[in-house]
């Protein structure tokens, strides 16, 4: 059996399609608007405050604090485990949604971006930080994934990002300052119309599979251990999407076995018009359909 308009994502070591299946939903009763648990938002919010607590402290405080409405220890140690796990769940889906449109850009820059106390403050340069990154995606074909973070000494904010950047603003120049971090002279590569507008900057050229790889892993390591927001471009594809002969699958892997394990130089088609594209190759895949 074929495979038709194939949804297909890199796992970092081999391709993975997902099969277009036919959905037939049943219409949905209509239910009356549900009142909001006050006691599952409270639990959101006090799981979102960072403290030097560890993971069973803070859920015990959490208990404890939850357990002044409700009046029932064993009720309220069940609304924060469920909390907890809708949680983990969520950031699991997120993280691995995350990893798939990673691993579908060829990225070409890593960047590390910090404000300019003379220029704007903390809020400002969040603001107006983000909306220079969506005019850029909108107007230049910038396409980006990122995270805000604190450094350890200064707790000053910066923002590290992974960049497609298509077409460059502004002028890059070589700068030499003194590291404080590594107690040693630095070489950064500044871009000037960032530099005017925010302050100083770090464009490095991703040059190869390794180097995207190493950025990524530096980038996710924030994501992980800080828990920040991810930001990233508007219609950031997860997939790309195209028609697969059964000969180019290995196997069907997953829940119910709703995916397939494709061999490594599987080809691409349109069937429907009995076009071949061409062996699976990062060239090919910019061209292909993508899907979310």
Known sequence: MDYIKTKIYFDGSHYIGI?????????RKHKSKQTTNENE????QLLSERTNETKQEKTERIVKVINQ????????QAVVKKVIEKDRRNRIVRYTRLIRKVNLQQWTHFCTFTYDSNKLNEEEFREKFLNCLRHLSNRKGWKYIGVFERSPELQRLHFHGIFVIPEMVGEIIETKDYSTKNHQMQIAHQNTFFLERFGRNDFKVIENNFHSQQAVRYMLKYIRKTGEKVIYSKHLQTYFVTDILADDVVCTIGQE???ILLFDDFQCWDLETGTLFGTVNKELIDRLPKAF
């Open 19 to 27: 099969p277009k299946v036919a959905q037939y939903w049943k219409k």
């Open 41 to 44: 938002t409270e639990v959101k």
């Open 69 to 76: 409405n409700i009046k029932n220890i064993e009720h309220s």
């Open 257 to 259: 076995n709703r995916k």
